[in-house]
């Protein structure tokens, strides 16, 4: 009997299928609670731009306010309208955060954790798989049989394929300069030329970035929900659990983009200065210990400052984690026996590293910049983000084809285009101007003659 | 036999959804079952080993084109729609049809039971590996000898999107 069990054990550890399940439960386990988290400083860096505290009761500096926010959503009622289709009704946010979710399987988090790992064209799965999410919204907003649903899905469906075009074509420069569309080869590409691609492209990732915001219709494109025009656009109608849902969905696709946009234009991850070693390699690679000890000496600092007794016990125990953190972090570089963990720690602590910034982006971005109007939202997309697009792929073609085959600097060629883009970029902002004025003229001329 | 489990089970939903679609009622469901049977021919493909064209697949017919249908059936009153007669006249030119086809189908079964070396079904899927890799494979034969019918194709869809725009442009 034990030795059939020990047999099993084997076969299904020696299986190519174990190691993916297993990073794919994790991920799926882990998500929620990261979306959570990820709501939770959102919410933080919104106080702290509007010079307030934010959460600040439920566990010290509002720690737990997230798990306590879960509960609260699993515990509210599930409404259904009575007019509602309700079988769409109950589909739909499932089909949101299914396509988030599935669009992360390629996606490598580190070189060592990645789920689908030689899928060939890894790229293309993460922005393909991550635009059926678009369905849940668009069914959702149908199925609930209410005018301000209906007109939330319309919006994000057609400023989704407004901006689709924009964000393909800014995808389609970085995969030109990595010559790949596998995920780990693109990576790869970038180490060899000891460069990120933002520095190749940065054209296409500023354009990346704004489709991006919309694709994950965030402020300032957040118009399919926007409060004071369709109180909450096409979830008007869900609440509690299917509600949260939708939420989860959004931030599991923010993290998509952010990894898309982290794997092909920031490295992946590459540490910053991926090619330099010896003394200046080791001191980088002590930073990210050195950081998490920073913040867990911290924590210790402000624990007895804590009103609570519970509260100050939370604080050391977050210390306590980030210190644990950091001793992963450190023991590769120092002890020889752990080497062979440090490319996949390392990795993974950088790629989220990066992933964090760009979506602290996407909090910074919505705080500053109020939301757009619908047409200007459309004309943004289509007179100004796909045409430069468009110039800049080929623009990078044409740098590429002269680096090749004319033997240019690829730096030179590419700074050449880019500044080709530019000139274009810039024709457009000013007959877009020009425009604007005329309308302001008109509207002006208007009032008087009326 | 795990990829002839896979295949049974795309194939079971590509047939069934298929179905499901031209049975339903209401528009939407319709296209929702559309949007199955479309993931579920992408699901055959990448058993096939054809990554590219399944993802492809996904983005063009399921990403862009069924977006724009269930978009634009959103805005159309379905209780009319609802209303009408589903099955027009033609039940008998349909049932002709059908077996016609089902002959064909049948023939050819027959005759490549006859083919040596050639059974009923694919031979075995090659493993991933000893392929070359997808999208290069199609560019290659999309820019090489296909050239002329590749343009030729595009010149029609930018026909098409030209006559778009003009039908849509109120005045010229």
């Known amino acids: 009997m034990t030795h059939g069990l020990q047999e099993?054990?084997?076969?299904?550890?020696?299986?190519?299928?174990?190691?993916?399940?297993?990073?794919?439960?994790?991920?799926?386990?882990?998500?929620?609670?990261?979306?959570?988290?990820?709501?939770?400083?959102?919410?933080?860096?919104?106080?702290?731009?509007?010079?307030?505290?934010?959460?600040?009761?439920?566990?010290?500096?509002?720690?737990?306010?997230?798990?306590?926010?879960a509960v609260k959503l699993l515990l509210k009622e599930d409404i259904i309208p009575e007019k509602a289709d309700v079988w769409i009704f109950w589909l739909a946010p499932l089909v949101s955060v299914t396509a988030g979710m599935l669009a992360l399987a390629p996606v490598g988090i580190g070189p060592a954790f990645q789920i689908a790992r030689d899928i060939n064209v890894g790229i293309l799965f993460v922005a393909?798989?991550?635009?059926?999410?678009?369905?849940?919204?668009?069914?959702?907003?149908?199925?609930?049989?209410?005018?301000?649903?209906?007109?939330?899905?319309?919006?994000?469906?057609?400023?989704?394929?407004?901006?689709?075009?924009?964000?393909?074509?800014?995808?389609?420069?970085?995969?030109?300069?990595?010559?790949?569309?596998?995920?780990?080869?693109?990576?790869?590409?970038?180490?060899?030329?000891?460069?990120?691609?933002?520095?190749?492209?940065?054209?296409?990732?500023?354009?990346?970035?704004?489709?991006?915001?919309?694709?994950?219709?965030?402020?300032?494109?957040?118009?399919?929900?926007?409060e004071s025009e369709l109180v909450a656009g096409y979830m008007t109608e869900y609440s509690g659990f299917r509600w949260s849902l939708y939420f989860l969905a959004e931030y599991a696709n923010m993290m998509v983009v952010g990894s898309v946009a982290t794997t092909i234009f920031l490295g992946g991850w590459l540490r910053p200065f991926a090619g330099v070693g010896g003394a200046a390699g080791t001191a980088l690679d002590c930073l990210p210990g050195a950081l998490l000890l920073g913040v867990a000496g911290y924590c210790l600092y402000r624990a007895p400052k804590q009103p609570v007794a519970v509260q100050k016990l939370v604080m050391v125990a977050v210390a306590g984690l980030c210190a644990a953190l950091a001793a992963a972090l450190l023991a590769p570089v120092f002890v020889a026996q752990a080497l062979w963990?440090?490319?996949?720690?390392?990795?993974?602590?950088?790629?989220?590293?990066?992933v964090g910034g760009y979506i602290y982006l996407f909090m910074w971005l919505r705080f500053t910049l109020p939301r757009y109007r619908f047409d200007q939202l459309m004309r943004l997309g289509w007179y100004f983000l796909i045409p430069v697009s468009i110039v800049n792929v080929m623009g990078i073609g044409i740098a590429l084809v002269l680096h090749w085959e004319r033997g240019m600097h690829l730096a030179l060629a590419l700074g050449l285009t880019t500044l080709m883009t530019l000139a274009v970029a810039g024709v457009l902002v000013r007959a877009e101007l020009k425009r604007e004025e005329q309308l302001r003229q008109g509207a002006a001329g208007d009032a008087y003659a009326g | 036999m795990l990829d002839k489990v896979i295949f049974y089970f795309f194939a079971a939903i590509a047939v069934g959804s298929a179905l499901l679609m031209i049975t339903r009622r209401s528009a939407v469901h319709s296209a929702i079952f559309l949007t199955t049977t479309l993931l579920a021919t992408a699901g055959i493909f990448l058993q096939l080993r054809a990554e590219f064209l399944f993802i492809v697949q996904i983005i063009l017919y399921v990403g862009g084109i069924m977006v724009l249908f269930i978009f634009v059936i959103m805005l159309v009153n379905l209780d009319v729609a609802?209303?009408?007669?589903?099955?027009?006249?033609?039940?008998?030119?349909?049932?002709?049809?059908?077996?016609?086809?089902?002959?064909?189908?049948?023939?050819?079964?027959?005759?490549?039971?006859?083919?040596?070396?050639?059974?009923?079904?694919?031979?075995?899927?090659?493993?991933?590996?000893?392929?070359?890799?997808?999208?290069?494979?199609?560019?290659?034969?999309?820019?090489?000898?296909?050239?002329?019918?590749?343009?030729?194709?595009?010149?029609?869809?930018?026909?098409?999107?030209?006559?778009?725009?003009?039908?849509?442009?109120k005045k010229v």
């Not at chain 1, 963990?341 to 990066?354: E, R, S, Y």
């Open chain 2, 82 to 169: 609802a209303q009408q007669i589903q099955y027009s006249r033609q039940k008998w030119v349909a049932l002709a049809l059908a077996l016609a086809l089902a002959g064909q189908v049948g023939a050819m079964l027959w005759r490549a039971g006859k083919l040596p070396g050639q059974g009923l079904l694919v031979r075995g899927v090659p493993a991933a590996e000893s392929l070359p890799p997808n999208a290069e494979a199609v560019a290659r034969s999309l820019f090489g000898p296909y050239m002329l019918s590749f343009e030729i194709a595009s010149l029609l869809l930018l026909v098409a999107m030209i006559g778009a725009v003009v039908m849509a442009k």
């Open chain 1, 8 to 69: 099993l054990l084997k076969a299904v550890l020696a299986s190519p299928y174990t190691l993916p399940v297993i990073y794919g439960v994790v991920i799926v386990a882990v998500l929620p609670l990261v979306a959570g988290y990820v709501v939770l400083v959102e919410r933080k860096v919104m106080a702290d731009m509007q010079a307030r505290l934010g959460p600040m009761r439920v566990g010290p500096h509002g720690l737990l306010q997230p798990i306590a926010d």
């Open chain 1, 341 to 354: 963990m440090k490319p996949g720690i390392h990795g993974a602590f950088w790629f989220l590293l990066k």
């Open chain 1, 128 to 226: 393909g798989i991550s635009s059926l999410g678009i369905f849940g919204i668009v069914l959702g907003g149908w199925a609930s049989n209410s005018h301000y649903s209906l007109m939330g899905a319309l919006r994000s469906a057609a400023q989704l394929v407004s901006y689709e075009t924009a964000a393909g074509m800014a995808l389609v420069s970085g995969l030109l300069l990595g010559g790949s569309l596998q995920i780990r080869a693109l990576v790869e590409e970038q180490a060899k030329q000891g460069v990120w691609f933002v520095a190749l492209a940065p054209v296409a990732f500023f354009i990346y970035l704004v489709a991006s915001i919309a694709e994950t219709n965030r402020a300032p494109f957040d118009l399919p929900e926007a």
